[in-house]
């Protein structure tokens, strides 16, 4: 069974980074497709980033050229490097992984495994 565990959220300015990991245990992350998602109050959950094992990475538009998605294998460990962030990025992010291979989705469906989230606040 594969468990992920997110770490790094936290109350930051405006304008400022966070970097968000993913620790993932019970087997390799280099065989799991991973994908971050958030979701706010009121509102649907969203996906931000994905990247497959063969290179494939999206961002969703709201956060291309702000969010880097990247992986460390030896570390089995998946990270979100979130820069210049805004107040509507406030949400509660979340990672996943699925096993269709190859395959980098945005969608929620296809992933089967979930972490339990980490909050995110962008406030001045």
């Known amino acids: 069974q594969v468990q992920l565990v997110e770490s790094g959220g936290g109350l930051v300015q405006p304008g400022r980074s966070l970097r968000l990991s993913c620790s993932a245990s019970?087997?390799?992350?280099?065989?799991?497709?991973i994908g971050w998602f958030r979701q706010a109050p009121g509102k649907e959950r969203e996906g931000v980033s994905c990247?497959?094992?063969?290179?494939?990475?999206y961002y969703a538009n709201s956060v291309k050229g702000r969010f880097t998605i990247s992986r460390d294998n030896a570390e089995n460990t998946a990270y979100l490097q979130m820069n210049d962030l805004k107040p509507e990025d406030t949400a509660t992010y979340y990672c996943?992984?699925?096993?269709?291979?190859?395959?980098?989705?945005?969608?929620?469906?296809?992933?089967?495994?979930w972490g339990r989230g980490t909050q995110v606040t962008v406030s001045s």
């Open positions: 990247m497959s094992t063969g290179g494939r990475i």
């Open positions: 019970g087997r390799a992350l280099d065989s799991l497709e």
């Open positions: 996943a992984a699925h096993q269709i291979r190859n395959a980098c989705m945005l969608t929620d469906a296809p992933y089967d495994y």
